[in-house]
């Protein structure tokens, strides 16, 4: 079993060494903002999802209230001109459409709580995005300087090699 775990740990080094070499931070960088702002627009699309509900909801609740006061001034003219069975008809309607309202109310209640925080969650990604953009800048900008230090100190290497052979060269003459 040790001899497996051990090829197994080797082989797994250098297979995340092979990536690591081939991984370029500013693609992955970039990349990581790119997925960012794709769930920014789910998110936005979601908002707009919730907030269309809340107001298809807002509409179906006004609505009903304004049937049942029009059923219920039906009622009142039926008793004004004498016809009680009309007039129960009429409150038995207003009733149903008194209920509905009341059912409407708490889901308008509850959707705009969702709505709340969907705007809220949105504009903390929003903020998170411009705070990645920032840092992904200032690591892109690291990496530059690095690599740019890196080749500089292989050019003073290689310099150094050449004036050596130069220094060599004048003092066998």
Not at 72 to 78: F, H, I, K
Not at 142 to 166: D, I, P
């Amino acid at each position: 079993m040790g001899l497996l775990d051990r090829f197994s740990r080797l082989v797994r080094a250098n297979v995340n060494h092979l990536i690591n070499g081939a991984e370029d931070p500013e693609k992955v960088l970039e990349q990581t903002v790119i997925d960012m702002q794709s769930d920014l627009v789910s998110m936005r699309q979601a908002v707009a999802q919730a907030i269309a509900t809340q107001k298809r909801t807002e509409r179906q609740h006004e609505q009903a209230k304004r049937t049942a006061q029009e059923w219920y001034n039906r009622a009142q003219l039926a008793l004004q001109k004498g016809d009680d069975s009309t007039a129960r008809e009429a409150l038995t309607r207003r009733q149903s459409y008194q209920q509905t309202a009341q059912t409407l109310h708490p889901q308008i209640v509850q959707q705009k709580t969702v709505v709340q925080q969907l705007k809220s969650n949105m504009g903390l990604l929003e903020r998170k995005i411009s705070e990645a953009r920032t840092q992904k800048d200032m690591y892109i900008a690291r990496a530059r300087a690095a690599q740019s230090s890196v080749r500089l100190n292989e050019m003073m290497s290689n310099n150094t090699g050449s004036l050596g052979a130069f220094e060599k060269m004048e003092s066998r003459v």
